[in-house]
């Protein structure tokens, strides 16, 4: 079966628009920030408001882009959403088993050890109220994780990168893809963005060695899984007390 040539159009142009500012903004300047105002009371229905929302609107944006790339007919292997199996693939799974298996054994011994734990709730204090802290958040932070996963990758790997090579070589556009992604978590503050800029990054390595999405959303959900949980374990665990100093001996 024929092809049209994979160019964009200019509904392509509004699309790669609200991908690359206005979803950045909107996460920036009126997602987050309903969480920084909200009263102590009303966080816990303000947080979950967020992950309903976020899970309805990358889901309808996803669903744009495949409509949109269905009706212009172009290659389903041009948006990354076409199982290869190469090399890179069985290379990225196997250095990611070996992530996993290292992944485990460190989480179980940061779960005990309660320093690691308050590190690491010094580490996300600022997107705390953005984390699951009852059993019916986390498991709408975990439907949000798998979402991301999907969608996030399909967007912001799949079609942006493929959408800027069209004005650009594909690591040029895989880089500034990183970045808009980067810019897309700037509620998390310039630690975060960087953080999230080298995720972006790591996963168009991964897209670029196996040829396909599908290695990269199992991985990125696996990620959001993990932080989540770790998240949840670190905030509902009360800070150790420090010992007391002892006192010297009045000289005599």
Request: proline residues 6%; glycine residues 6%.
């Amino acid at each position: 079966m024929l092809y049209r040539a994979p160019v964009p159009i200019a509904l392509d142009h509004i699309f790669a628009f609200v991908l690359a500012v206005l979803f950045p903004i909107r996460a920036a300047f009126f997602g987050y920030r309903k969480l920084t105002v909200a009263e102590p009371e009303d966080v816990p229905r303000v947080r979950l408001w967020l992950y309903r929302q976020g899970i309805t609107l990358q889901c309808v944006l996803t669903a744009i882009a495949l409509v949109l790339w269905a009706w212009q007919r172009r290659p389903w292997a041009a948006l990354g959403v076409v199982p290869r199996l190469t090399w890179g693939l069985l290379g990225v799974a196997l250095g990611f088993t070996v992530i996993v298996v290292y992944v485990l054994t460190h989480r179980r011994k940061t779960l005990e050890d309660d320093e690691a734990m308050a590190r690491l709730r010094r580490q996300m204090s600022n997107i705390q109220r953005m984390l699951p802290s009852s059993d019916e958040e986390v498991r709408w932070f975990n439907r949000l994780a798998l979402t991301a996963g999907f969608c996030e990758e399909l967007l912001y790997r799949g079609y942006l990168i493929w959408y800027l090579s069209t004005w650009m070589a594909v690591l040029p556009a895989a880089l500034l893809a990183s970045v808009v992604f980067g810019f897309g978590h700037a509620y998390q503050g310039p630690r975060g963005i960087a953080l999230t800029t080298a995720v972006g990054l790591f996963m168009c390595v991964i897209y670029l060695l196996t040829g396909s999405l599908l290695a990269c959303m199992v991985i990125h959900a696996l990620m959001d899984l993990h932080a989540g949980h770790m998240s949840r374990a670190a905030f509902s665990r009360p800070e150790p007390t420090p010992e007391p100093i002892p006192s010297e001996p009045a000289a005599g």
